[in-house]
Structure formats: C-alpha cells, structure tokens
C-alpha cells in the first residue's frame, strides 16, 4: 500500500526517521521531496548530507571512485560546508602525485543554452595535451546563482590550473555567473556556442519529452502540467500562456523559444563587449577548419574535434560521462 504526503506533512515524517535513526528511510523522503519540489533548499541539503553519510565509508580516501560518489551526491543536493570539505580533501590528495605548473594553465569556460554542441566542444578541448576538460559537472549552478555553487567552481578550477595546460568547464549555466568568473580570473576565456533556434527548440523538444507529465524545466515552480525536475532552477521560468495551456508541447516549446533567443541574444552583446575574451561560435559552423583555426588560437594549443558530433539527437555521449575529478 502507497502513502502519499503533502509537503508539510512528508518534512515531519522525514525528520521523525532521521531523529530515530532510520537514515535509509529519511534519505528516502528527502529524495522524494527534492524530486517533487525541486527549489526546496532545505530537502536537498539534507538529501545531499544523508546519501553521504550513508556510503561515504565505501569510497576509499584520495579516491577518483570518491570524487564521482560526492559529485553525483551533490549532483542531487548542494554544496554544502560538510560535502565541500569532503571533496576537497579528496581532490588535494588526487592531485599530489602530479607535477606542479610553473605557472597555472588556461582556464575557459563554454557557454551556450544547451542543444548547442557543447558536448562535441567539451571532446575538442580533452584533446589538448594535459587538458582537464568536464561537461555539466556538479554543482549545478542555478539561474539565480548560489554563492556556494558558483564558490565551489572557482576553487576547483583554481586548483586544476596548478596542475593541467588547460582547465575547461561548459554548461549552459554559466551564463549569469560570468561576472564572479571574470572577477576570479582575469585572465579566463569564454567560448559561447549559439545555435539557430528552431533547431535548438526542436532539439530540446526530442530530449525532454513531449505531453502533460514531461520535462519543462522553463516553466513556473507551480505549474501543475509538467513534471518537476532536479535541473529546473538552473533555468529561467516563464509564465504559462493560459491560450496554449490545452496543447502542453505548444506552451513548452513558445518557453523553449524565449529562452534560446535571449540567451543567444545575451552571447551576442558579451562578445561585442568583450571580443578579447568572448569567441562567439556558431554551432552550424562548429567542425570547419576556420574554427578550429579560431578555437586554436584562443586555447593557445591546437584542438581535435570529434569525427561526428556528440549528443545528436539525444544525451547518450553526456550520459555516459564518469567524472575523474
């Protein structure tokens, strides 16, 4: 027999079970939560420090098994103080029996709204000798950036500069934390991947579902007609046109639309405005030889892309990603 809880209710029952000493079952209402009200801070502190305090032991110290363990931990939750420290640790001990740069490597980021080839650009930057290049790796940083979120990037790209020619992160949530990016590093350099919104609209439309039930990461918290997600605070939210609310994939995909077109809108003014640190790069011409050529020249050491690109039409080449650091 299934028991449903309201919100309120379901944070009694889970406090009730951590207070008694039953972690499996409080871990568990605290996964439910999150899943169901993903913009609720508390329930994903609180499932993040769980899950970590129920499998941290099989995960030897200065481990690359422990670092994917707390990534995927904070994946699900947030930083907070206690998984910081334990993945820190963790990566110091990591990287001690590397060598030390004379002098910290590149730092990039790549930017773009997603379905935009960041994956295939990911592949061309790990090609580069003694590159350290990750796509989407935890924390997801939301729309509205958390301090501790945007901290916990800085620092572990601080640190991987003192050990590889090349420190580069894309995701698609980078966007409105550039500001603390430059700040950090001023030297750092952004690649933003803008692509022709149609295809981008009908590309998200294929990888997060279709009817009431799918993912709409663009929607408003309350909206009963889709079904939440862990990465929907790390989009905007738009107002559901209540003409289009009888067609759910007509209402997406005009939210799909907004957001591509101001988001490409906003790499467009951060490359006239910065050109020196911003390459603008359309998706459509991401394998010519003139942007490789281009891409070279900002990295500073010659790329490789990927024979086809990856994640068309789907997330496979992303999904099967394992995390190193």
Not at 245 to 269: F, W
Not at 296 to 325: C, E, H, I
């Amino acid at each position: 027999m299934r028991v449903e809880f309201d919100n309120a209710t379901a944070v009694k029952v889970a406090e009730y079970f951590e207070s008694a000493g039953m972690v499996s079952a409080a871990a568990k209402m605290w996964q439910g939560l999150s899943m169901s009200t993903p913009y609720d801070r508390e329930a994903r502190e609180k499932l993040g420090e769980l899950l970590f305090d129920q499998i941290q032991a099989g995960y030897p110290l200065g481990s690359a098994a422990r670092s994917r363990m707390i990534l995927d931990v904070i994946s699900q939750s947030l930083p907070t103080p206690k998984l910081s420290e334990a993945y820190f640790e963790n990566l110091e001990m990591l990287l001690e029996p590397r060598p030390k740069r004379t002098r910290p490597g590149e730092i990039i980021l790549g930017i773009g709204s997603g379905r935009c080839g960041s994956t295939s650009l990911c592949a061309a930057v790990a090609s580069v000798p003694e590159a350290c290049a990750v796509h989407e790796i935890p924390p997801l940083i939301y729309w509205e950036p958390l301090d501790e979120q945007v901290q916990f990037h800085l620092d572990r790209m601080r640190l991987l500069a003192d050990y590889y020619s090349v420190v580069f992160e894309a995701a698609h949530w980078w966007l409105n934390a550039l500001d603390r990016f430059v700040a950090e590093f001023p030297g750092g350099k952004v690649i933003a991947l803008h692509r022709n919104t149609d295809s981008c609209v009908r590309s998200f439309l294929n990888v997060k579902g279709r009817g009431r039930g799918s993912f709409n990461h663009w929607a408003p918290p309350e909206s009963n007609f889709w079904a939440p997600n862990l990465w929907d605070p790390t989009y905007p939210s738009y107002s559901v046109n209540v003409e289009l609310v009888p067609d759910p994939d007509t209402a997406k995909a005009a939210m799909i639309e907004r957001y591509v077109r101001e988001y490409n809108q906003s790499l467009r003014q951060l490359a006239e405005i910065d050109p020196q640190r911003v390459l603008l790069v359309r998706t459509e011409d991401l394998a010519s030889p003139a942007t490789t050529a281009r891409l070279n020249s900002l990295v500073g050491l010659p790329v490789t892309m990927p024979r086809s690109p990856l994640n068309a039409g789907g997330t496979r080449d992303s999904d099967q990603r394992s995390y190193t650091f």
